[in-house]
């Protein structure tokens, strides 16, 4: 069974950086496309990052693109995004997931990201 562990969140100022972690256990890392989603309160959960499994391509949602990378090291089976210049708008519960949909795991926890004065 795939395990998905997030971690790295927190309440931070606007304008401040967070480094956001997702641990894969139980599974192949390297041949999965992997991405972020995020979901705060009363919307649906959305679409961030991915990564794709080998060459490491990316690909950006407009709200984050500019200020977040994702990346991951698939000796470690991690995958992170490095999150700069946060807005409150961008305060989440933030997820892991493989691509595409219709084969993704088990949701994790998730961890908050909480960004305000």
């Known amino acids: 069974q795939v395990q998905l562990v997030e971690s790295g969140g927190g309440l931070v100022r606007p304008g401040a950086s967070l480094r956001l972690s997702c641990e894969v256990s139980?599974?192949?890392?390297?041949?999965?496309?992997m991405a972020w989603f995020r979901q705060a309160p009363g919307k649906e959960r959305e679409f961030v990052a991915t990564?794709?499994?080998?060459?490491?391509?990316?690909h950006y949602s407009d709200s984050v693109k500019g200020r977040f990378i994702i990346s991951r090291n698939n000796t470690k089976n991690t995958m992170y995004l490095q999150m700069v210049n946060l807005k409150p708008e961008d305060s989440a519960v933030y997820y892991c997931?493989?691509?595409?949909?219709?084969?993704?795991?088990?949701w994790g926890q998730g961890t908050q990201v909480t960004v305000s004065s």
């Open positions: 997931n493989k691509l595409p949909r219709e084969t993704q795991f088990p």
């Open positions: 139980g599974g192949t890392f390297g041949d999965y496309s």
């Open positions: 990564v794709s499994s080998i060459d490491g391509i990316t």
